[in-house]
């Protein structure tokens, strides 16, 4: 039978997000794949280099869309490595609180997306319901669902309200069982179990070398995270440890590995914020004005040219650095250059190698476990 | 065998179609019938058309996931008609969600073509209206009225699912007014922006 | 977590490394420093500033004997008016204590139990390229999978040549763009770049609404 290239094109229900995904069939079996980005280019690179430092945070904020907060943080910690800035403990908590409130969500988000890719509707409105829990908790931070502005260079914007640390450990308790009725749904149907069992082999050291990480090199059996690798923040003081899944095989982890660690890391994020509650300096129940010193300190909002800030970050997806080199425009207080590393950019050409061999049928499996967002590929 | 098809004459099926069509025609319009037929038909499917808007399953970028929150439990736009259809063939509204870059311009003008009448364009979100926080990008189109005919702008970075469900409240009001006009004769017709009132 | 990488191990790390890098690497001119960073828990990692040419050896030394096994970014930058530095590429690979493991069994590293090369360690690597218009450095694409679509970008938004690569394209601009656009160059502005460009109102923005003094 002759072999014919399928265009699995921009407007697709499966892709989760606008990329192109040219597919060669020989029947009903995979030969060769391509992918084509690039359709959402912003061009964010050209347009930081005539914004402030302060002016850029939004900009990051949309890279990844549903994992803004955590973009964010990822950037201001580039843009303190150049500028050179302390911040308060409390801000430090404030910022691991919000990121692991955003890793929650877009998890979720994650999970809403990808059961209906395997035909599971339900948990499309199951996980989008719990995720508005979350996303109310951000709103009380940032202002918005799903845009927040939040962190500044040097700490945060505005202290936690008075009430939200009560309300984020009733979520949370919550949320616990509501993960195990996710997995009461989803480990007993035969349906799910078929179809990402078997599916989508994956090693560690392949990853590795193709640049993958986070939770896809967490579920090959290995424990590397970049939150203890290349320590930051106050992730060193709080109880918690990375989530890593046996691969079931030893051509490596399948799908089905990867759905378990994100469902783990999903736990170990709401330990880490229990813990984190206790812990925060300043107790969870007192409200700092904006502008306080337990809040945020003074930074330079200049930074000499030669002078280069880096930054190795754990996002919801891998692992995303920031490079930034100073002394651009309005006497330097532009960047001259913003570099962004997005970890989906290098995993998705890696992912439609993967599905050679397997099943037309297994595409949306495979994609959907390794969790594309095309907003941070495409800066 | 499509020559012989030639030798048939007045019983061809087609040509029987054709005669029997001209005929109850001109009886309909004698008797006034086709008028009133016409004008319950247009407001039937006017009814229909605006209490059904089926949308494209389209998400560019981070609006898409206001939108796709708004069709979960906490927002619901499914209870107003609005279901998700993965083909341009066999949706209504065009819901344009994130910026359009250079290489995107051509697949959605394609896809707005592949929508069959009546059809109708929302631009959700600032980066479709007008180019959003990428206004000063090589690579983005100030919004995705320099190729597609908008009828409802929605504003907001990203608009709360409320407004976008706003939004197509405004597009059914528009779609009463305007019926099933054809999407290029509407030029002249003012835009909505919700939120302006 | 308590098992984190602590700053003694960082600094050992950091130390091993660069003197591995100075012993094989100092006679030919390129220099090796270990840097700190200037925020958060002040780690050090190592930069290496090397030329085009010897750009290959040094690649291969870092994967074969220190085991970076990550090259997490290649970014590329014009210095117009740089002087000697007319062209920048900035490579930065991590090392990872990452092998493969047994079907059903898993890695559990604690952090401060790693010891010698399994340190996870940051390495920076600048190459500085003389001003010109046809920049090239050496591609590492069959060193490491991950450089490839990275070198893309690269060429694709910088105009960076990456000599020996396979297959370059454009990734992120139209494939219609025309040859020799490369929209990072200091030459290409942004649109409206100057705001008085903005002021002049070339988008209508100070027109009025189509429905002002209508009654509402």
């Given at each position: 039978m002759a072999e014919m290239w399928i265009t699995m094109g921009p407007?697709?229900?499966?892709?989760?997000?606008?990329w192109t995904l040219r597919v060669k069939v020989d029947g009903e079996t995979v030969t060769d794949t391509e992918a084509e980005l690039g359709y959402i280019h912003r061009g964010v690179e050209k347009i930081c280099e005539s914004r402030d430092f302060t002016q850029i945070t939004p900009y990051c904020d949309r890279l990844c869309y549903v994992s803004a907060m955590t973009w964010a943080h990822a950037y201001i910690m580039a843009a303190e490595d150049l500028l050179e800035a302390e911040v308060p403990e409390r801000a430090e908590y404030i910022r691991l609180m919000a990121a692991e409130v955003q890793r929650l969500a877009s998890h979720l988000m994650w999970l809403g997306a990808f059961g209906p890719d395997i035909g599971n509707l339900t948990l499309m409105t199951w996980c989008l319901r719990d995720r508005e829990m979350f996303l109310d908790l951000l709103q009380e931070l940032g202002g918005s669902r799903m845009h927040y502005n939040y962190p500044r260079v040097g700490g945060v914007k505005r202290d936690i309200p008075i009430g939200w640390a009560n309300r984020l450990k009733a979520k949370v308790k919550l949320f616990e069982n509501r993960i195990n009725e996710y997995e009461m749904l989803l480990d007993e149907s035969t349906i799910w179990l078929v179809r990402l069992q078997g599916v989508g082999y994956a090693t560690a050291e392949d990853q590795i070398n193709a640049g993958v990480t986070g939770p896809n090199i967490r579920a090959a059996g290995v424990n590397t995270d970049a939150r203890w690798t290349n320590p930051y923040s106050v992730y060193d003081q709080v109880d918690w440890e990375p989530a890593v899944e046996k691969p079931t095989s030893i051509k490596g982890a399948d799908c089905y590995d990867r759905y378990r660690v994100r469902m783990e890391e999903m736990r170990q994020s709401c330990r880490m914020l229990l813990d984190a509650i206790d812990k925060i300096p300043g107790g969870a129940n007192t409200h700092y004005q904006p502008g306080d010193e337990m809040l945020i300190t003074k930074a330079p909002t200049r930074a000499p040219e030669g002078a280069t800030g880096f930054s190795t970050y754990e996002c919801t997806r891998g692992v995303s650095n920031f490079y930034l080199q100073g002394g651009g425009d309005n006497r330097g207080k532009n960047p001259y250059r913003v570099s962004i590393r997005s970890p989906m950019f290098i995993t998705i050409p890696y992912v439609a190698k993967t599905m050679i061999g397997y099943k037309v049928a297994d595409i949306p499996a495979i994609m959907g476990s390794f969790d594309p967002c095309i907003g941070e590929t495409d800066r | 065998m499509s020559d012989t098809g030639?030798?048939?004459?007045?019983?061809n099926s087609r040509t029987l179609v054709e005669i029997v069509g001209d005929v109850t025609d001109e009886a309909l319009k004698a008797t006034k019938i086709k008028q009133l037929l016409s004008v319950l038909a247009g407001r039937f499917f006017n009814w229909a058309g605006r209490k059904s808007l089926f949308t494209l399953h389209l998400g560019i970028k981070c609006c898409a996931i206001e939108m796709a929150a708004s069709a979960t439990p906490r927002f619901d736009g499914d209870r107003f008609g609005v279901l998700f259809r993965s083909s341009p063939r066999q949706s209504d509204v065009l819901l344009v969600n994130g910026p359009i870059s250079k290489k995107f311009a051509d697949p959605i003008v394609r896809l707005w073509e592949q929508m069959p009448e009546p059809k109708y364009c929302i631009a959700m979100g600032e980066c479709a209206i007008s180019g959003g926080p990428y206004y000063q990008s090589y690579n983005i189109l100030e919004g995705v009225d320099t190729v597609i005919p908008v009828d409802v702008y929605i504003p907001g970075c990203p608009p709360r699912p409320e407004a976008l469900i706003d939004g197509f409240g405004k597009l059914r009001e528009k779609i009463i007014r305007i019926g099933g006009a054809p999407s290029t004769g509407r030029d002249g017709d003012k835009p909505i922006i919700v939120g302006d009132d | 977590m308590g098992t984190t990488i602590t700053k003694e191990q960082n600094s050992y790390a950091a130390n091993a490394a660069a003197q591995n890098l100075s012993a094989r690497f100092s006679d030919a001119g390129i220099t090796v420093e270990i840097i700190a960073h200037n925020a958060g828990k002040r780690f050090e990692f190592v930069r290496i500033i090397c030329s085009p040419e010897q750009w290959r050896a040094v690649a291969k030394h870092l994967k074969n004997e220190l085991g970076v096994n990550h090259c997490a970014m290649v970014t590329g930058t014009h210095y117009p008016e740089g002087g000697d530095r007319g062209w920048e590429v900035a490579y930065h690979m991590h090392r990872w204590p990452i092998t493969d493991v047994e079907a059903h069994t898993m890695i559990v590293h604690s952090g401060e139990s790693l010891e010698g090369d399994d340190i996870p360690m940051e390495f920076e690597i600048f190459i500085n390229l003389p001003p010109g218009d046809s920049p090239a450095v050496p591609s590492v694409q069959d060193l490491w999978v991950g450089a490839d679509w990275n070198e893309k970008e690269t060429w694709d938004l910088v105009g960076i040549d990456f000599e020996g690569h396979e297959n370059m394209h454009r990734v992120l601009n139209p494939h219609d763009s025309p040859v020799g656009f490369h929209p990072l160059q200091r030459q290409h502005k942004i649109r409206y770049h100057d705001f008085n460009e903005m002021y002049d109102d070339p988008q209508g923005f100070g027109r009025k609404p189509v429905d002002e003094g209508r009654v509402k």
């Amino acid at each position: 039978m002759a072999e014919m290239w399928i265009t699995m094109g921009p407007q697709h229900p499966m892709t989760h997000g606008l990329w192109t995904l040219r597919v060669k069939v020989d029947g009903e079996t995979v030969t060769d794949t391509e992918a084509e980005l690039g359709y959402i280019h912003r061009g964010v690179e050209k347009i930081c280099e005539s914004r402030d430092f302060t002016q850029i945070t939004p900009y990051c904020d949309r890279l990844c869309y549903v994992s803004a907060m955590t973009w964010a943080h990822a950037y201001i910690m580039a843009a303190e490595d150049l500028l050179e800035a302390e911040v308060p403990e409390r801000a430090e908590y404030i910022r691991l609180m919000a990121a692991e409130v955003q890793r929650l969500a877009s998890h979720l988000m994650w999970l809403g997306a990808f059961g209906p890719d395997i035909g599971n509707l339900t948990l499309m409105t199951w996980c989008l319901r719990d995720r508005e829990m979350f996303l109310d908790l951000l709103q009380e931070l940032g202002g918005s669902r799903m845009h927040y502005n939040y962190p500044r260079v040097g700490g945060v914007k505005r202290d936690i309200p008075i009430g939200w640390a009560n309300r984020l450990k009733a979520k949370v308790k919550l949320f616990e069982n509501r993960i195990n009725e996710y997995e009461m749904l989803l480990d007993e149907s035969t349906i799910w179990l078929v179809r990402l069992q078997g599916v989508g082999y994956a090693t560690a050291e392949d990853q590795i070398n193709a640049g993958v990480t986070g939770p896809n090199i967490r579920a090959a059996g290995v424990n590397t995270d970049a939150r203890w690798t290349n320590p930051y923040s106050v992730y060193d003081q709080v109880d918690w440890e990375p989530a890593v899944e046996k691969p079931t095989s030893i051509k490596g982890a399948d799908c089905y590995d990867r759905y378990r660690v994100r469902m783990e890391e999903m736990r170990q994020s709401c330990r880490m914020l229990l813990d984190a509650i206790d812990k925060i300096p300043g107790g969870a129940n007192t409200h700092y004005q904006p502008g306080d010193e337990m809040l945020i300190t003074k930074a330079p909002t200049r930074a000499p040219e030669g002078a280069t800030g880096f930054s190795t970050y754990e996002c919801t997806r891998g692992v995303s650095n920031f490079y930034l080199q100073g002394g651009g425009d309005n006497r330097g207080k532009n960047p001259y250059r913003v570099s962004i590393r997005s970890p989906m950019f290098i995993t998705i050409p890696y992912v439609a190698k993967t599905m050679i061999g397997y099943k037309v049928a297994d595409i949306p499996a495979i994609m959907g476990s390794f969790d594309p967002c095309i907003g941070e590929t495409d800066r | 065998m499509s020559d012989t098809g030639e030798n048939y004459t007045t019983f061809n099926s087609r040509t029987l179609v054709e005669i029997v069509g001209d005929v109850t025609d001109e009886a309909l319009k004698a008797t006034k019938i086709k008028q009133l037929l016409s004008v319950l038909a247009g407001r039937f499917f006017n009814w229909a058309g605006r209490k059904s808007l089926f949308t494209l399953h389209l998400g560019i970028k981070c609006c898409a996931i206001e939108m796709a929150a708004s069709a979960t439990p906490r927002f619901d736009g499914d209870r107003f008609g609005v279901l998700f259809r993965s083909s341009p063939r066999q949706s209504d509204v065009l819901l344009v969600n994130g910026p359009i870059s250079k290489k995107f311009a051509d697949p959605i003008v394609r896809l707005w073509e592949q929508m069959p009448e009546p059809k109708y364009c929302i631009a959700m979100g600032e980066c479709a209206i007008s180019g959003g926080p990428y206004y000063q990008s090589y690579n983005i189109l100030e919004g995705v009225d320099t190729v597609i005919p908008v009828d409802v702008y929605i504003p907001g970075c990203p608009p709360r699912p409320e407004a976008l469900i706003d939004g197509f409240g405004k597009l059914r009001e528009k779609i009463i007014r305007i019926g099933g006009a054809p999407s290029t004769g509407r030029d002249g017709d003012k835009p909505i922006i919700v939120g302006d009132d | 977590m308590g098992t984190t990488i602590t700053k003694e191990q960082n600094s050992y790390a950091a130390n091993a490394a660069a003197q591995n890098l100075s012993a094989r690497f100092s006679d030919a001119g390129i220099t090796v420093e270990i840097i700190a960073h200037n925020a958060g828990k002040r780690f050090e990692f190592v930069r290496i500033i090397c030329s085009p040419e010897q750009w290959r050896a040094v690649a291969k030394h870092l994967k074969n004997e220190l085991g970076v096994n990550h090259c997490a970014m290649v970014t590329g930058t014009h210095y117009p008016e740089g002087g000697d530095r007319g062209w920048e590429v900035a490579y930065h690979m991590h090392r990872w204590p990452i092998t493969d493991v047994e079907a059903h069994t898993m890695i559990v590293h604690s952090g401060e139990s790693l010891e010698g090369d399994d340190i996870p360690m940051e390495f920076e690597i600048f190459i500085n390229l003389p001003p010109g218009d046809s920049p090239a450095v050496p591609s590492v694409q069959d060193l490491w999978v991950g450089a490839d679509w990275n070198e893309k970008e690269t060429w694709d938004l910088v105009g960076i040549d990456f000599e020996g690569h396979e297959n370059m394209h454009r990734v992120l601009n139209p494939h219609d763009s025309p040859v020799g656009f490369h929209p990072l160059q200091r030459q290409h502005k942004i649109r409206y770049h100057d705001f008085n460009e903005m002021y002049d109102d070339p988008q209508g923005f100070g027109r009025k609404p189509v429905d002002e003094g209508r009654v509402k």
